[in-house]
């Protein structure tokens, strides 16, 4: 069966320090990936999506970046993080080809202050 | 632009009564919708999806209708249980887009 991993769970990270957030998915090859970020009181936002290694799209435009090093590995980054980076992230994969159901990780959550 | 509206931000309902979650789109290319639940500090888990051929799905106490003439979807609990208290998100996307957007949430509460 297939699984998904996010690590940290929690993270409290100063304003102006670099993060990196990692996401791997175990039981499936060359899924699609996806990062989400949903924020206080706010719905789920597509941050980035790959659907290779080394192909990302982004979505919004930030001080964030994703990176595919590796089929199953998935990475979010900031070289200086901003207050309003504040929220909790998601990692979600889905099949290629297949149903196109998303399923998503546990989730980090991140306070800059 | 919200291309995916859940304008219900919270809703009550008595356990054992059904609970109706709504949820309305814009954007017509939209071919595949899903349901997912989630409790706080958690991943979303995902429920039920329906795509356009269709215009319902069942799965167990859930069920989910699509009128596409009105560009709609709910999703109804029958019967609501007090585990059921969640955020619950609908998600739609276009075939071959690889892209999910998602609504707002609306926040149940199943009163025992």
């Known amino acids: 069966s297939q699984t998904i991993h996010q690590w940290p769970a929690t993270l409290v990270q100063p304003v102006g320090s670099p993060l990196s957030l990692e996401c791997t998915v175990e039981?499936?090859?060359?899924?699609?990936l996806y990062w989400y970020r949903q924020a206080a009181g706010r719905g789920l936002q597509l941050l980035f999506y790959?659907?290779?290694?080394?192909?990302i799209s982004s979505e919004v435009p930030q001080n964030l970046s994703a990176s595919r090093p590796q089929d199953r590995q998935f990475i979010l980054s900031s070289k200086k993080l901003l207050l309003s980076d504040s929220g909790f992230y998601l990692c979600?994969?889905?099949?290629?080809?297949?149903?196109?159901?998303?399923?998503f990780g546990p989730g980090t959550r991140l306070l800059v202050l | 632009d919200q291309q995916v509206k859940q304008n219900s931000p919270s809703l009550s309902v008595q356990e054992g009564r059904i609970s109706i979650l709504n949820c309305d789109y814009t954007?017509?290319?939209?071919?595949?919708f899903l349901w997912y639940k989630k409790y706080p500090a958690e991943g979303p888990t995902f429920l039920i999806s329906?795509?356009?051929?269709?215009d319902k799905n069942e799965d167990g106490r859930f069920t989910v209708f699509l009128n596409k003439s009105a560009k709609h979807l709910s999703l109804h609990i029958v019967p609501s249980q007090p585990g059921d208290s969640a955020v619950y998100f609908c998600?739609?996307?276009?075939?071959?887009?690889?892209?999910?957007?998602f609504g707002t949430g609306t926040r149940l509460k199943v009163l025992a």
């Open positions: 979600a994969w889905s099949v290629i080809g297949g149903e196109e159901t998303q399923y």
């Open positions: 039981g499936t090859s060359n899924p699609n």
């Open positions: 790959s659907v290779g290694i080394g192909q």
């Open positions: 954007n017509s290319m939209f071919d595949y």
């Open positions: 329906i795509s356009s051929i269709k």
């Open positions: 998600a739609a996307s276009a075939m071959g887009t690889y892209k999910y957007i």
